[in-house]
């Protein structure tokens, strides 16, 4: 996949991605990492707490009774203590080792804690299954120039009042010289529907009243545009809200091209759906002038 190089970053990221880390914000930091990330951290916090707490039980000699006074004992000593299995081979020896003991056994009450609540939390985070095609296209429709890009539920169930949002993202430079980027929202012929269980193909009409009218591909390229779409809508299976967004640049736009019809019948005249055929596009067939997008 190419590397994304406009101003709006990109959400999918490579699983061994980290965001930096912000000390005031650590919950955050948390649930946005990829789950390998995610256990990969857990672990090494668990190591690194079950480390530093052998080598306190360590530099004491005869501090862990029923040992051999090995860095390796007091590891695997602190490893009972931290998880209460207590198996009985190893005890605490000493003064210094029970107080050691009972900080520990208070800090894996807290670890425990709180990587039970993170499990839970990222475990109940609502994701959307929503796949955009790959492109967008401008070709005519009803007459009209009209830029089209389609939209699938990947689940086998429906997302309720589904809506859609599309802007145009762009630089501005206004009278006074001052560099500025800009949100505007796009008209659709259809920006909502009851039920989406399915494929969407959303539209914009590039009329007067667009952004986009009579704008080629080189001069968006030069606003340094971008197309942002947002989907929402209630998952019906979790009864919970669900969002996903994709971005187009403009070298994602297709002009004077369409997408194939991906709804088609079988040999009994049964109608089905080829997903196969979601992000495929074909050339638009010659048209009228009056139906030509650029000059």
């Not at 494929?199 to 009329?207: A, E, F, G, K, S």
């Amino acid at each position: 996949m190419p590397k994304y190089s406009g101003l709006i970053k990109p959400r999918n990221r490579p699983w061994w991605s980290v965001a930096p880390f912000e000390w005031r914000d650590p919950y955050h930091w948390m649930i946005t990492l990829s789950w390998p990330m995610f256990l990969l951290f857990v672990g090494g916090v668990y190591v690194a707490v079950n480390g530093v707490f052998a080598l306190a039980y360590w530099v004491q000699p005869n501090s862990i009774g029923g040992s051999t006074h090995g860095f390796i004992d007091a590891f695997f000593f602190s490893i009972q203590t931290l998880s209460s299995i207590g198996y009985g081979v190893f005890v605490p020896n000493t003064l210094y080792a029970h107080v050691l003991v009972a900080i520990q056994a208070w800090m894996g009450l807290l670890i425990f804690a709180l990587v039970t609540g993170l499990m839970f939390a990222r475990f109940s985070l609502p994701t959307a299954r929503v796949v955009f095609s790959h492109v967008a296209v401008v070709c005519p429709f009803n007459g009209l120039p009209t830029l089209m890009f389609r939209v699938a539920n990947r689940r086998d169930n429906r997302i309720l009042e589904a809506q859609v949002r599309v802007s145009l993202f762009h630089r501005e430079i206004t009278e006074e010289n001052h560099v500025m980027y800009r949100f505007y929202d796009l008209k659709l012929l259809r920006s909502e529907t009851p039920s989406f269980g399915l494929t969407w193909m959303v539209m914009h009409t590039l009329t007067l009243d667009s952004r986009l009218y009579q704008k080629s591909p080189q001069e968006l390229e030069a606003m340094d545009a971008q197309i942002f779409v947002t989907l929402t809508g209630l998952d019906e299976t979790v009864s919970q809200l669900i969002h996903d967004y994709h971005i187009y640049r403009i070298a994602d736009v297709r002009w004077d091209m369409r997408f194939v019809d991906i709804l088609l019948s079988d040999s009994q005249g049964r109608r089905y759906i080829d997903y196969d055929r979601f992000h495929t596009v074909e050339l638009e067939p010659s048209a009228p002038p009056r139906y030509s997008i650029f000059p």
